[in-house]
């Protein structure tokens, strides 16, 4: 059974404080991880793709990178404005996306 | 603006109601998407549709029901064969849907659905 799981649940970062997400997975055929940033009370937002490993991808001040069994999304100095769950979903054979738990960053001054 | 509009943002069904959410869109996309979100869980696929007047069930579609009449359109009626609807739906769309590979989806700002 594929799955996907996040950590860690919940993080707090003071302002500038760098850290890394995790999103570790096991399954068969891996046709892409995406990340995405949801808000509270809304729907999720579109981060990143990632194809194969050693792949890198960068926004702003967010790094996504890819290994053949997990995903890291690191954050460089952060500010509150970055404050929000990060989903990890990944996508298989038949394009089925599977999506971990999250994990809710709080970034304070 | 494009994008996908979910109503109403908050939803109170009675014991032995059926009730329908709304999700519309304008990004002139081919597939569309319900999925539940519990506290603790991921994201859940209920039903998904590629082409109008076609639809697939996803990992838990027992007590939902939808419909694809339109391309703009595909609402999900919650029906009372659902034990536990209580939980936050969210409607997506991409834009040509599981045929394709690596489609980013795009969410609406989803509905909470509670039980009175």
């Known amino acids: 059974e594929d799955q996907v799981t996040q950590s860690p649940e919940a993080l707090r970062l003071q302002e500038g404080e760098s850290s890394s997400l995790n999103c570790s997975y096991t399954?068969?055929?891996?046709?892409?991880l995406f990340w995405y940033r949801q808000d509270p009370g809304k729907g999720p937002e579109f981060l990143f793709t990632l194809y194969s490993a050693g792949e890198e991808k960068e926004k702003e001040r967010l790094k996504a990178t890819l290994t053949k069994k997990e995903s890291f999304l690191h954050i460089t100095a952060p500010k509150p404005e970055d404050s929000a769950t990060y989903l990890c979903?990944?996508?298989?054979?038949?394009?089925?996306?599977?999506f971990g738990t999250g994990t809710q960053l709080k970034v304070e001054l | 603006d494009g994008g996908i509009t979910q109503s109403p943002k908050y939803l109170f069904r009675k014991e032995g109601q059926n009730v329908t959410l709304s999700c519309e869109q304008n990004l002139n996309h081919d597939a569309m998407y319900w999925y539940r979100q519990d506290p603790g869980q991921g994201l859940r696929l209920i039903y998904y549709s590629q082409i109008v007047n076609d639809f697939q069930k996803g990992d838990i579609a027992e007590g939902y029901s939808v419909s694809r009449e339109k391309k703009e359109s595909f609402p999900l009626t919650v029906t009372s064969a659902q034990k536990n609807p209580t939980a936050f739906y969210l409607c997506a769309s991409s834009i040509r849907g599981q045929a394709a590979t690596n489609e980013k989806l795009f969410f609406g700002s989803g509905t909470q659905l509670s039980v009175l």
């Open positions: 399954v068969s055929g891996l046709r892409g």
């Open positions: 979903a990944v996508q298989v054979g038949g394009n089925k996306l599977t």
